[in-house]
């Protein structure tokens, strides 16, 4: 089995014994390993990583859909992209010039992980033949079974991925085969007068968004032993829940976004119990609804047109 050193059997260790006892821990990063509150330019990218970097930002199109957290559901999955108007009865893509973002947490909590991805993954490149995008984001949960973090994968999961190569860790930890297709996506995205992250961008962290794409991207494609500031540090953009809670410091949500030059912050990671949700003024927008079987939410994404008030869009199973 592959393993990142002390902190890799740490990791698995607790992995077996959330397992053992069936709890599910509080979602948290490693606390022996919490990283500053941003990257440093002089250490978040290994400097022999030899990913071209994926551009941070993208033109606004004519309709944008956002879709948050999956959790290995993949009829939750599927009814939330035809919510969209992304695929068809067959599960091809519909979408034509339509830009779908996924906020992260497609991984854990379900047993069809290894189908959604592959599902998601195929949808990307025929939504880019048809002019259109499916941007998937990478969120905690993907940087966490990267590490060897288990705590929160099903026991039909531990074995979704065995004809993919091997034990779940060899294939999704860095450099494995599906390790490899994660590092072809990001962990913020500007689309437009819009910033997506699984859990938000604020304080210093607006300053270092292509550091933490690079350096996360080179750690998934095991070019770098480091772990990456973006699975460790709980105010980062996988981990922070500062956007998530009825009480939202939204000056601290204005100067974000005014540094990054946009209008508004869709994020995910924290279910919203009563389905999507807005905070201060329509600056952020909360789209993890627990869709997934886990937790037994609705089926709503957000849509995104130009010059018009985003709106909630309902699907059904």
Known sequence: MRSNGLWGVILQAASALALAGGCKAREQPPAQQVAPAAPTPSTAVATSCTLAPIALRR??????????????????????????????????????????????????RGDDEQAILDLLFRLEGEAAAAGGALVLLLGNHELMNAAGDFRYVTPNGMHDFDEAGGDRLAVL????????????????AIIGDTVFAHGGVLGDWVTHVDEVNQATRCWLDGQASSLPAALTADDGPVWSRAVAGEHVDCAQVSAALEALGVKRMVVGHTVQRNGISSACTGSVWRIDVGLAKAYGGPIEVLELVPGATPRVVEGTR
């Not at 930890?173 to 913020?188: E, R, S, T």
């Open 59 to 108: 033109p606004a199109p004519q309709r944008l859909v956002a879709i948050g957290d999956l959790h290995g559901d993949l009829v939750a999955t599927k009814a939330a992209l035809r919510a969209a108007g992304a695929i068809d009865a067959d599960d091809r893509w519909s979408g034509g010039d339509l830009v779908v973002v996924q906020t992260g947490d497609v991984l854990d």
């Open 173 to 188: 930890g860095p450099g494995g085969a599906y390790g490899k297709k994660l590092a072809a996506h990001n962990v913020i």
